[in-house]
């Protein structure tokens, strides 16, 4: 069935930088964009981060323009996120979406990220 | 950025009542409207894309309407799984926004 499925939880100390990472199955990975959308605890979702699996091209949340490195490897379906400098303020889940035309369709379980010295 | 505002922040109705949420756009949006459903401690999932047109195996009770810079998600008859979390969401410009989200609670 499609799929997308996320890289564990990390626990990571303020200031340093992080990388969930996203396996898709079950479909043509190539014919998609892959998006980054996360949840604060409690709070709602954020978007802030698109890649296209065929060209590689991106756009940013310009909040996290700075901070988020993107990357896809066609020949494992495997799409990457990574984010520097870590805040506090960044402990949240993570989620990569299946994101084409018609919304995003297909979710990862979520990888949660703590930020804590 | 196209800030999407939603409304009510939360919603009380009764089961087998009708919800209407709505979803307001800063900015025409067209119709690169899609709305989400998220129940607690899951994934959210998507319901609703284009607006008006639903997802693959979503209920025939979630319907959406709208364009340019208004939005409705309608749930005919509400049942006790439909007490969650939903959200809109553009995708006409970047970048992608999400509106803050509307709890729908048992009256």
């Known amino acids: 069935q499609v799929q997308l499925v996320q890289s564990g939880a990390e626990v990571k100390k303020p200031g340093a930088s992080v990388t969930v990472s996203c396996k898709a199955s079950g479909y043509n990975f190539n014919l998609y964009g892959v998006s980054w959308v996360r949840q604060a605890p409690g709070q709602g979702l954020e978007w802030m981060a698109w890649i296209s699996a065929y060209t590689g091209n991106t756009n940013y949340a310009q909040r996290f323009q700075d901070r988020v490195i993107m990357t896809i490897d066609t020949s494992t379906s495997t799409a990457s996120m990574e984010l520097r400098s870590l805040r506090s303020d960044d402990t949240a889940v993570y989620y990569c979406?299946?994101?084409?035309?018609?919304?995003?369709?297909?979710w990862g379980q979520g990888t949660t990220v703590t930020v804590s010295s | 950025e196209i800030v999407m505002t939603q409304s009510p922040a939360t919603l009380s109705v009764s089961p087998g009542e009708r919800a209407t949420l709505s979803c307001r756009a800063s900015q025409s949006a067209s119709t690169d409207v899609a709305w989400y459903q998220q129940k607690p401690g899951q994934t959210p999932r998507l319901l609703i894309y284009g607006a008006f047109t639903r997802a693959t195996g979503i209920p025939a009770r979630f319907s959406g309407s709208g364009s340019g810079t208004e939005f409705t998600l309608t749930i005919s008859s509400l049942q006790s799984e439909d007490f969650v979390v939903y959200y809109c969401q553009q995708y006409n410009k970047w970048p992608r926004t999400f509106g803050q989200g509307t709890k729908v609670e048992i009256k």
């Open positions: 979406t299946r994101d084409n035309v018609k919304g995003m369709d297909v």
